[in-house]
């Protein structure tokens, strides 16, 4: 199995093989523009910039299962990151990441790679390094800032 074999809703309702991003490095992460680790869209925006032109794609999947912190509706997500945060990496229509109700691409992401207690997604901004081939490579927490993912992305860019 691979991350390609799953598909995920645009905020506009459409739907997206992720076979899109075959040949990418990817690095999906849950988001929430209320959440104390917002300013890390700018540390992705920033990974986004410096690396898409060399194959990395930055996927962010709101989710508002922590505390509320994603409380707005998908086009106003979009809106208050592109203003907010500048950003122009693609986001998804809102998810849930842990619970019976999570994604299928949010149960497979934790299977292939736990957390140091459990694999349920611990906060917002977790991430997710994929290779090209669509396996999952890393798990970051959310305390993880986004520059220092840049190596680890550096050398699968380059594989």
Not at 55 to 60: K, N, P, S, T, W
Not at 100 to 123: F, H, R, V
Not at 146 to 159: M, Q, S, T, V
Request: glycine share 8%; with cysteine; hydrophobic share 35%.
């Amino acid at each position: 199995m691979s991350v390609h074999q799953f598909s995920v809703l645009e905020p506009s309702g459409n739907e997206l093989s992720l076979e899109h991003y075959k040949g990418n490095v990817l690095l999906i992460v849950n988001t929430a523009t209320k959440c104390g680790f917002a300013p890390q869209f700018n540390g992705l925006e920033k990974l986004y910039q410096e690396y898409s032109e060399n194959g990395l794609a930055v996927l962010g999947f709101p989710c508002n299962q922590f505390m509320g912190q994603e409380p707005v509706s998908d086009s106003e997500m979009e809106e208050v990151c592109k203003l907010n945060f500048g950003v122009t990496f693609p986001l998804f229509a809102k998810i849930n990441v842990n619970g019976s109700d999570a994604t299928p691409l949010y149960k497979y992401l934790k299977k292939e790679q736990k957390g140091l207690l459990s694999s349920e997604i611990k906060w917002n901004f977790t991430k997710f390094l994929v290779d090209k081939e669509g396996k999952v490579i890393e798990r970051y927490g959310p305390n993880v800032a986004p520059k220092k993912i840049g190596e680890d992305i550096r050398k699968l860019l380059l594989d």
